[in-house]
């Protein structure tokens, strides 16, 4: 079914010749890029050896909370991944930056938007991810704003305040 099956990083190869490989540990990510497009896949596939494995070591990267991180990526509904710009991260550099948005559905039914500039190091020619950037979401109210003492949207007949607004 892999042989078939698009990769979930939208490059519009199969997953089985894109990033299952450097997944699996069967190739090395040849550029940064192609670095993050699997480590968003790791997240789509559950594969969180792998995202963790990816990582740096060191005092720039936090430790990763492996059950944290596997419950995300089980418990959200992964939409795509969008590569907005890269600098560096060849495959004869030794440093890359890759900003990047991963659109999901969380557990609650929010579409989020994880928007981030994520730098990498080549160790040893293998690309590692280090440290990101994380760019604050604005949020877009999509209906009117209800006030305090509108009627209640639930259609109680009270004021809102009195109501939901608690």
């Known amino acids: 079914m892999a042989e078939k099956e698009l990769c979930p990083c939208g490059s519009g190869k199969s997953y089985s010749e894109c990033c299952q490989p450097v997944i699996k540990g069967k190739v090395k990510a040849p550029t940064a890029e192609s670095l993050m497009r699997a480590r968003y896949t790791a997240y789509v596939k559950q594969e969180i050896d792998f995202i963790i494995s990816s990582c740096e070591e060191g005092e720039k990267i936090a430790e990763i909370d492996r059950k944290a991180t596997e419950q995300w990526s089980k418990e959200s509904t992964w939409h795509g991944l969008k590569i907005l710009g890269k600098q ?10 890759v900003e990047f948005e991963a659109t999901y559905t969380d557990k609650k039914g929010l579409h989020e938007v994880h928007h981030e500039n994520a730098y990498f190091k080549k160790i040893d020619g293998n690309w ?26 639930c259609g109680s007949g009270l004021k809102y305040k009195k109501c939901c607004g608690r």
């Open 128 to 153: 590692l991810y280090e440290v990101g950037d994380v760019k604050p979401m604005t949020v877009v109210r999509e209906g009117a704003k209800v006030g305090r003492n509108d009627p209640c949207p």
């Open 88 to 97: 560096k991260g060849g495959e004869n550099d030794t440093e890359g930056f």
